[in-house]
């Protein structure tokens, strides 16, 4: 399930504790060099984060790669059952008569299932990715005109926009890592489902057992990633607003710092 914008701002109001006041932040601000920090601050954050956008776009194409190879195989099995029905069994005494067919029929559909899973994740992990990959890379150049002192040359107001965008760009972005986070719960959740299904198979109790253990590891992770993403975007609006309030004695600091 797709949680909303709205949801994530009402889960701001649960985690203000997990981060200072804006005013003791900014009191922390001091020479050239801290500002350079508390700035570069902000770029690891939102490169964490995309990062992080960009691995679970990768699994996702991986598991889509899966799913196509495998898909082979199922159809294969299943034409080999239709033409049994249809023919009475025809399939299944022809591999019985030829044994050496069965190892045609199923290293052709290895030869198949491979390339295609293959062809599906790469064509997959490139089309989930090149939302985030030109972000990335804009937030690389950005760094680094901040890193070489280039902020005169390039405009100061060039890099305040570029900031300022690549926030806008996360804030868009946060319904998908809530969701990312929350099917993250799940899995867990899955894991600890069959895990105890599997050690208490012989139990009478061994399957309510393990739904009820699955819930709970569900539950309490789904509460642990909604924290930690809320306390994700309450940090990004805590950068955001600082930098808004002393954009130009940001970047006057940092080529003061680096002269």
């Known amino acids: 399930m797709r949680i909303g914008t709205e949801e994530a701002i009402y889960l701001l109001g649960l985690t203000d504790f997990l981060v200072p006041p804006l005013e003791e932040v900014s009191e ?21 984060l995309v990062d992080y956008l960009l691995r679970k776009r990768r699994e996702e ?16 099995v299943i034409g080999v059952i ?14 019985i008569e030829h044994p050496d067919s069965n190892l045609i ?12 899973g293959l062809m599906t994740y790469f064509y997959a992990k490139k089309r989930y990715t090149k939302e985030y990959l030109p972000w990335k890379k804009t937030l690389n150049e950005l760094r680094k005109t901040i890193t070489e002192s280039r902020t ?7 890099v305040t926009e570029t900031t300022l965008r690549l926030m806008d760009q996360i804030n868009a972005w946060i319904p ?10 799940l899995t867990y959740g899955i894991v600890a489902f069959l895990l105890t299904a599997f050690i208490s198979a012989n139990s009478t109790l061994g399957m309510p057992m393990a739904l009820l253990i699955g ?10 990633k909604r924290k930690e993403t809320a306390h994700q975007i309450q940090m990004l609006r805590t950068w955001r607003k600082k930098f808004e309030e002393g954009k130009d004695y940001f970047l006057k600091g940092i080529d003061e710092g680096r002269a």
Not at 177 to 184: I, P, Q, R, S, V
């Open 152 to 158: 005169e040359r390039t405009s100061r107001t060039s």
């Open 82 to 95: 239709i033409v049994n029905l249809l023919a009475d069994m025809y399939a299944t005494k022809y591999f």
């Open 215 to 224: 819930v709970i590891v569900w539950l309490y992770f789904r509460y642990e």
């Open 61 to 76: 194409a991986g598991w889509l790669g899966v799913l196509a190879a495998v898909l082979v195989w199922f159809f294969g």
């Open 176 to 185: 998908d890592l809530m969701k990312h986070k929350g099917e993250e719960a």
């Open 28 to 48: 922390t601000l001091g020479a050239g060099d801290e500002i350079s920090s508390s700035l570069f601050e902000i770029f690891d954050h939102m490169d964490s």
């Open 105 to 116: 029929y199923f290293g052709f559909l290895l030869a198949l299932s491979v390339p295609l």
